[in-house]
């Protein structure tokens, strides 16, 4: 059977001790003037700023690029109303919940085209941004996979195929991934 393609972006499931994801989290917020939307399972940075909201102090972070030191990954945005939309909307101030331990294991969706097999366990992966859904409000990010190799300036570890029920290597096979170049750790080659 084939695998669907319904790209997710990133979605935390374990950590690398082999402990269930039990949905610990940080606010950060995102200022007003960038005009980027930001979806759950979109990678995030820190872009070095603070901002003050309801009296609290927030780290600022913005949408990560393939070739940032990525800060974690948006699993949720916190509502002002409840109009608000799920995902960050371009140009709004909005607090994201952000799983950033550099030890989180996530699932993520290898592109249409592929060519990742087992034999790539190990080895470090960029991605694609992918078109995310207003709907649904998830990334469109997805594994690229043109760009399994060693080398530890690569976002992100393949370190396994998820388990998911109908999932087999090929086109839009989920992957275990690790964040290689995280804020709080050293990244490191693939093997």
Request: glycine fraction near 10%; charge should be negative; proline fraction near 4%.
């Amino acid at each position: 059977m084939a695998n669907v393609n319904a790209p997710f972006g990133l979605r935390p499931v374990r950590y690398l001790s082999g402990a269930p994801y039990n949905g610990a989290i940080n606010l950060y917020s995102v200022a007003a003037g960038y005009g980027t939307a930001i979806f759950i399972g979109d990678p995030v940075v820190d872009i070095g700023t603070t901002q003050q909201v309801n009296g609290v102090f927030y780290k600022d972070v913005q949408l990560a690029a393939t070739t940032d030191v990525i800060t974690g990954v948006v699993v949720g945005v916190v509502p002002e109303t409840r109009d608000s939309t799920i995902y960050r909307a371009a140009s709004t101030l909005r607090l994201l919940m952000v799983a950033d331990d550099p030890n989180l294991i996530f699932e993520a969706q290898e592109a249409t085209g592929g060519g990742l097999a087992a034999a790539d366990l190990g080895l470090n992966i960029s991605f694609n941004a992918g078109t995310p859904s207003t709907v649904t409000g998830r990334s469109g990010l997805t594994l690229k996979t043109d760009t399994e190799a060693t080398s530890n300036t690569l976002a992100l570890k393949t370190v396994g195929i998820s388990s998911k029920p109908n999932n087999e290597t090929g086109d839009s096979c989920v992957w275990l991934v690790r964040i290689n170049r995280h804020r709080y750790v050293d990244q490191l080659a693939g093997v």
